[in-house]
């Protein structure tokens, strides 16, 4: 039999193409799929005692105009018990069930005060609305109070305006932990 050269088993001129291909597919998807990683990190977490400001630092949460920010308080085991934020000029928020809603000097309640048992916040960032006597800024102040294990917690956090890339879409708080060691440790100012 005769070596035909024009077979189409013989590779000797493209010996080097599949394995540069190969190649740089494999690090073509690596880069996407650990950009995506970064793009769609699940959550950013935070020890209580640091979110309420006991070590000095008033935590921040990021929100951004292509999804919402949820605050967390289910690892923790607390319950909502009312929210304010200082400019809702440009963050919408919600929450997973019933919270206290009390407007104005009289206190009259918008709900059940007893019977708030939500435990997540929903923060998304809208353009600026233009609320007469509310000047511009350029973050604002959550402050929530919540209940769990018998005890009341106030925390405040404050809220960045972002308008890149979504970095994280939940900030969960978690309980303490038993060694309290270095958890909120006090921040040199």
């Given amino acids: 039999m005769k070596n035909n050269p024009k077979l189409s088993g013989n590779t000797s001129g ?11 597919f494999s690090v073509a998807m690596l880069f996407l799929v650990g950009r995506a990683g970064a793009n769609n990190a699940v959550l950013h977490s935070i020890f209580s005692c640091q979110a309420q400001g006991l070590g000095g ?9 292509q999804q919402g920010t949820n605050l967390s308080f289910i690892p923790a085991g607390e319950v909502i018990k009312k929210v304010w934020l200082n400019d809702p000029s440009q963050v919408t928020i919600d929450f997973d069930g019933p919270v206290c809603m009390q407007f104005g000097q009289n206190n009259s309640s918008g709900g059940d005060c007893k019977n708030s048992s939500a435990n997540v916040i929903q923060l998304r960032r809208i353009q600026k609305l233009d ?34 890339n979504p970095e994280y879409h939940t900030l969960a708080v978690f309980a303490d932990p038993s060694n309290q060691e270095g958890a909120c440790a006090k921040v040199p100012q």
């Fill in 131 to 164: 609320i007469p006597g509310l000047p511009p800024t350029s973050n604002t102040l959550l402050t929530v109070v919540t209940e769990g294990q018998g005890r009341k917690k106030l925390y405040t956090f404050r809220v960045i305006y972002k308008t890149d």
């Fill in 14 to 24: 493209n010996s080097y193409f599949l394995p540069i291909a190969s190649l740089i």
């Fill in 57 to 65: 630092a008033i935590p921040t949460i990021d929100v951004w105009y």
